[in-house]
Nanobody, 127 residues
Framework: QVQLVESGGGLAQPGGTLRLSCEAS????????MAWFRQAPGTEREFVAA????????YYADSVKGRFSISRDNAKNTVSLQMTRLKFEDTAVYYC????????????????????WGQGTQVTVSS
């Protein structure tokens, strides 16, 4: 079964850039819809970005649209989230998530839509 591990989190300044990586093991994610969610203290886990199994379509929350970019490399079994022009409100634990089986994406996406999760990586935006 597929396992996901996130990396690349850390401390960034407002306006800065971070790149998160999600590495899959135990199986291919080439037939998986993949997504990033985030959760700040005291808040519910919220959708950030998603990408179809082929990489042909991407989806973004309004709060990150134009600043974040999700991508995947099925040959490497990885998914990335490029975060630019970071804001204080981007501070959260970021989770990689997946759902297998060539799933058709139907918005809005919620955590319940995804069955495989990583452990999360902390992103802190501070001056």
């Amino acid at each position: 079964q597929v396992q996901l591990v996130e990396s690349g989190g850390g401390l960034a300044q407002p306006g800065g850039t971070l790149r998160l990586s999600c590495e899959a093991s135990g199986g291919t994610i080439s037939d998986y819809t993949m997504a990033w969610f985030r959760q700040a203290p005291g808040t519910e886990r919220e959708f950030v970005a998603a990408i179809t199994y082929s990489g042909g379509s991407t989806y973004y929350a309004d709060s990150v649209k134009g600043r974040f970019s999700i991508s995947r490399d099925n040959a490497k079994n990885t998914v990335s989230l490029q975060m630019t022009r970071l804001k204080f409100e981007d501070t959260a634990v970021y989770y990689c998530a997946g759902r297998g089986g060539y799933t058709i994406v139907v918005l809005p996406l919620t955590p319940t839509d995804f069955h495989v999760w990583g452990q999360g990586t902390q992103v802190t935006v501070s001056s």
